[in-house]
């Protein structure tokens, strides 16, 4: 059986009964998960190599699916930002196609030796990663996801079960049957990679159930509407991506020219990401000299921003902030300013507001960045760059499946080492336990 | 306010609302946790001191407290084995202030650079231990779980929620108290450790809702019935510790003698431990010379043994086994054997019936040892040792919390380093991101 016509087959019976096929699809990723996570990793990058290629071979039948999935979410009346992230053409296909390959290239994360000691009685310890087992990937309307998770979870040794949005729902098929055939060139088991063959939204309660104990994490990819119902309805563990409510602290000692750079980057460079600044906070020990220029630039490039009293002074374009800007993801060219009375406040705010994503400090002031750095209680906190350096690209990870903000196993970008778990082996001669 | 007179106020309190009483707790949780989280590592040190002597000091309090658990317990009719659990003395006292003592002597697990790297671009990345935030404890009969629990949480950076059990209750009830004066005496919140001041059961389905977001993590400790409750309905991660139903695989290559040793220890050195062994396997290529005198070892220190066809024949006083015995977790002088065809049905069986808690092979075939290291998945996996070194304490890490069996986070022994999370730092030097 081909893996396309294994879809089929389980998209039939999806109309009967959402809850036995979700069952089905967890027992098959745990028989799949054992064959992957015993791979050698020739095989896995193997896999990856034909699925690239896969992925080019039936680019017709992608965009053709893709084009049907537009139609539809137009007739809907999705937004032009929804149908965006929906759209693929020729050159994003042949990026999603690369971006596959390029996880082949990422060293091996499973057998690292994580750590190595011995102890006063010979036996020696062995701390080895291995894979968590099955990942249950659930998204919105990007279908790229479709390959870019499925690509990550193989690298890492884990089966991937995928819950594409309704909307792109057409789209991830064909990319997950050009996945699956990838896998079935390189002798692995096709469900290794499984689409959720129906739009029913059933089917996201199962898999956050965790389909009888088979599924080991789940990790949402959308909109807070989704991260909620992970929230209230998971029974198995999650690698939570809330808000990134991330901020920019100028203190009193930073160079102007520096913050202004660093601030239209972290404001600007793309409003809709998680690592995008959405409030900047000023020491009033500087805001004489750079509180002005700062709110000018970021009017000036086409940003609205919204200040306390004292921002709103510096320039007359800037609306009144509330309390609720300050809990405010915007993802959007609107900015939230205060002026706080320095770092001490500055850290407050943010452990106040902020949603323990990604914060920077701008200051030439070792000590104080130190503190900043040790205080703020967030996934990434950086002194001197741009908070859009939030991205496992960015890190060196190759490629990320999110950014957790949780603090549980993986917190800031999930790249392929963050999907893996970990074993201790023991080599002994003989000891017993007195 | 001591700490004594504020559980008491907490206590009067607890009798009108539970659900009032234990978001209180989780309030002061988390303040205190952002104390103990900035706390340098010599204060948290010399809390633990203070702590130890504090238990000493107060040895007549605790002990009076405990006679009365032992006396409502004795009237209930708890088990013998119940009762030892809970009973204290002089020396098991001290036992417990000299373990809280030297946890102050651990290594600081908190800012430990995890790793470190440059990127082209020059942004020097770290990740950092830090702490996981508060991190709750259910547990039941032992009221030492009280000391060692908060010490480990206080030396990790984390606050404490401890829920004992309702038979240890006035015991662990004095025990916090003196873990609170020893954090008051060294500047630090009494807070930070807080014992769930009512019996009632509810409090524990107000922790596993996570008391309004303020649990980070739960440790159950108990029996079969607190773990399911704990994974019915937690809503926050746990660090899930199952059966530890462990195998001792005995294979051709195997040295008879050093299997009858390794055997002997890991079933008969305490029965009633995660990682004591609870099914024998032994390769059908060594049965005849491995399979009577490894029976009768057992039988002759006093284990029944329950065992398929051949280990039935290979001595009339072995009794039947069912399949329901090699999924039991005797935790008593019983074992269950079953020869096997060799590495891959021993590992196969392994992977259906056991617990992924502790698993060991015997052989002097290094082959075959690697392969059973590499293919059971389970959170320790053994070559020539007992299966009793599943222990923090023998791993190094000084004390855990107890043995995880999940695969997210901390997997196998719990000890300081498990209990921290971390972060990343970033430095730059006026990088923005093209």
């Not at 563990?237 to 980057?265: E, K, Q, S, T, W």
Request: aromatic fraction near 4%; charge should be negative; include cysteine.
């Amino acid at each position: 059986m081909t893996s396309d016509s294994a879809l089929r087959i389980i998209a039939s019976e999806a109309d009967a009964d959402v809850g036995a096929v979700m069952e089905e699809i967890g027992t098959r990723a745990r028989a799949a998960a054992r064959a992957i996570a015993l791979a050698p990793a020739d095989r896995r990058n193997a896999a990856l190599q034909a699925m690239a290629a896969a992925l080019r071979q039936r680019a017709s039948c992608i965009l053709a699916a893709n084009a049907q999935d537009l139609a539809d979410g137009r007739k809907a009346g999705l937004a032009a930002s929804f149908i965006d992230r929906l759209a693929l053409d020729e050159e994003r296909l042949a990026a999603i196609a690369d971006a596959v390959a390029e996880v082949a290239g990422l060293a091996d994360p499973l057998g690292r030796v994580l750590a190595e000691w011995t102890r006063p009685n010979g036996l020696r310890f062995e701390r080895v990663a291995t894979p968590l087992g099955v990942v249950a990937v659930i998204f919105e309307s990007r279908p790229n996801v479709t390959a870019d998770a499925g690509a990550l979870c193989l690298k890492s040794g884990n089966a991937a079960i995928l819950r594409a949005g309704s909307d792109s729902f057409r789209s991830s098929t064909e990319i997950a049957a050009a996945m699956r055939a990838g896998l079935e060139e390189a002798g692995l088991p096709a469900d290794a990679i499984q689409l959720v063959p129906t739009r029913d939204r059933a089917a996201v309660g199962e898999i956050l159930a965790g389909l009888g104990g088979t599924v080991d994490v789940v990790v949402p990819r959308g909109g807070k509407s989704l991260v909620a119902r992970v929230q209230s309805e998971a029974r198995v563990p999650v690698f939570a991506h809330l808000d990134g409510n991330c901020h920019v602290y100028v203190d009193r000692a930073a160079d102007l020219a520096m913050a202004r750079d660093i601030l239209l980057n972290a404001k600007l460079r793309r409003t809709g990401v998680c690592g995008a600044a959405e409030t900047l906070l000023v020491d009033e020990a500087c805001a004489d000299t750079h509180l002005a220029p700062l709110v000018t630039a970021l009017l000036e490039a086409g940003c609205a921003v919204r200040g306390d009293t004292a921002t709103q002074a510096a320039d007359p374009r800037v609306t009144v902030a509330s309390e609720a800007d300050w809990a405010t993801e915007y993802l959007d060219r609107i900015i939230a300013v205060k002026v706080v009375a320095g770092l001490d406040a500055a850290i407050d705010h943010i452990e106040r507001w902020g949603s323990h994503h990604t914060d920077a400090i701008v200051t030439t002031d070792e000590a104080a960045a130190g503190r900043f750095l040790a205080e703020v209680d967030s996934a990434i906190v950086i002194h001197n760059a741009s908070t859009q350096f939030a991205d496992g690209g960015e890190f060196g990870f190759g490629a990320e499946i999110g950014i957790a903000t949780g603090r549980m196993h993986a917190r800031g970008p999930v790249g392929v080492e963050q999907l893996c778990s970990f074993k201790y082996r023991v080599h002994g001669a003989g000891q017993i336990r007195p």
